[in-house]
T-cell receptor, first 112, second 111 residues
C-alpha cells in the first residue's frame, strides 16, 4: 500500500541535542512538507520541497534543517537552536490536482 | 502573510444535532481544503473546493466556498459519535504553493 511513513512515533531527547525525524513516501509525489502542531493550534509550516534537491523555508524554519536528496525521503533535523522543540511533527506529500495532502502518522518529540 | 481564521475553536454537540464551522482568509484563495484529525491521529484530507460559490456534499457533510473565495464553511447534519475530532480548513494562496491551516474546530459529541 502507498503512503507516508514517519519514524519513530515517539522520540525523547535531551535539551541541546540535535535530532532527525524520518519521513519516507512511496506515493511518487513530487512535493513534500513538514508541519509542526502544538495543542490548540493549527499546523504551522516548517519547510517544504517541490522537487528533489530543492527546498524552501516555511513560516517557522528557525532551528530546523532539511534535505531532499531523494524523491522518496525528506528528513527533518531539529537542532539545538530550536527554542521550544517539544511538539507533534507531521510530514505530508502532495501530487497536485484535487487530492489534497497525504499526511504521515506523525512523530511526537519530547525534549527534556 | 496569509492568515486563515477558523471559528469556533470548540464545538460541543448533542448527538443528532447539526453544527457549522467557519473559515475566513485575509486574502483571496486559489482553493480551500478541509481535513479531519481524529483524537491521537493525523489529518486526513476530506475535500477541496476550487470554484467561487462551490458547494460539495459528502453524506452528512456540506462544504461551501464563498463567492469572493475568502471564506468557507463545513456543515454537519445529524451529528454522530463518529464525527468526533478536529476539523481543519486550509487555504492555498494565489501566489505560491503553501497551504495555510486554520487552528481547527474540535468537536465533541454528547450521546
Amino acid at each position: 500500500d502507498g503512503g507516508i511513513t514517519q519514524s519513530p512515533k515517539y522520540l525523547f531527547r535531551k535539551e541541546g541535542q540535535n535530532v532527525t525525524l524520518s519521513c519516507e513516501q512511496n506515493l511518487n509525489h513530487d512535493a513534500m512538507y513538514w508541519y509542526r502542531q502544538d495543542p490548540g493550534q493549527g499546523l504551522r509550516l516548517i519547510y517544504y520541497s517541490q522537487i528533489v534537491n530543492d527546498f524552501q523555508k516555511g513560516d517557522i524554519a528557525e532551528g530546523y534543517s532539511v534535505s531532499r536528496e531523494k524523491k522518496e525521503s525528506f528528513p527533518l533535523t531539529v537542532t539545538s537552536a530550536q527554542k521550544n522543540p517539544t511538539a507533534f511533527y507531521l510530514c505530508a506529500s502532495q501530487t497536485g490536482g484535487p487530492y489534497g495532502y497525504t499526511f504521515g502518522s506523525g512523530t511526537r518529540l519530547t525534549v527534556v | 502573510g496569509q492568515q486563515v481564521m477558523q471559528i469556533p475553536q470548540y464545538q460541543h454537540v448533542q448527538e443528532g444535532e447539526d453544527f457549522t464551522t467557519y473559515c475566513n482568509s485575509s486574502t483571496t484563495l486559489s482553493n480551500i481544503q478541509w481535513y479531519k484529525q481524529r483524537p491521537g491521529g493525523h489529518p486526513v484530507f476530506l475535500i477541496q473546493l476550487v470554484k467561487s460559490g462551490e458547494v460539495k456534499k459528502q453524506k452528512r457533510l456540506t462544504f461551501q466556498f464563498g463567492e469572493a473565495k475568502k471564506n468557507s464553511s463545513l456543515h454537519i447534519t445529524a451529528t454522530q459519535t463518529t464525527d468526533v475530532g478536529t476539523y481543519f480548513c486550509a487555504g492555498l494562496s494565489l501566489n505560491d504553493y503553501k497551504l495555510s491551516f486554520g487552528a481547527g474546530t474540535t468537536v465533541t459529541v454528547r450521546a
